[in-house]
């Protein structure tokens, strides 16, 4: 199994715009190249589709990257918006996006199943997403 360097070759306190860009895109295509030989590439841009489409709905900034994306999941959108914020705010959309995706894999295929295809590629998202949710 391949192992993807996600957001966490970041470090907390290190982070910037490059970096954090890089590591979603570096994420994403990690994600597609795992499940794209098991779902094909249809069913993965359609899930990219529905992630974008959920994250939308709680912050409108990906709502102009989910009307314009096209059927492939290219993270180069994605990075364009995300360069133009805050290093707080792009890790905290990466996160977003990249716990949505997660989320909703693990809704159609079971949780065991996700973790063992992309729980790799997703852990350094979700366990800041775990440790935010217990601060509020």
């Known amino acids: 199994r391949r ?4 957001l966490k070759s970041v470090r907390k306190g290190r982070e910037n715009a490059g970096q954090l860009t890089d590591a979603l895109a570096l994420t994403l295509e990690e ?3 795992v499940l794209t030989p098991i779902l094909g590439p249809v069913a993965v ?3 990219y589709r529905r992630c974008l489409h959920l994250c ?5 900034c990906f709502e102009s990257i989910y009307k314009n994306e096209d059927v492939s999941m290219t993270p180069s959108s994605v990075s364009v918006m995300l360069a133009q914020l805050s290093s707080a705010d792009e890790l905290q959309l990466g996160d977003v996006l990249i716990n949505t995706f997660y989320t909703l894999l693990a809704s159609l295929i079971g949780p065991p199943l996700t973790e063992q ?3 790799d590629c997703t852990a350094r998202a979700r366990a800041r997403n775990d440790q935010q949710g217990d601060d509020t």
């Open 3 to 6: 192992r993807a360097p996600m």
């Open 31 to 33: 994600i597609r190249a």
């Open 45 to 47: 841009a359609a899930l």
């Open 56 to 60: 939308a709905a709680r912050h409108p």
């Open 117 to 119: 295809l992309v729980g």
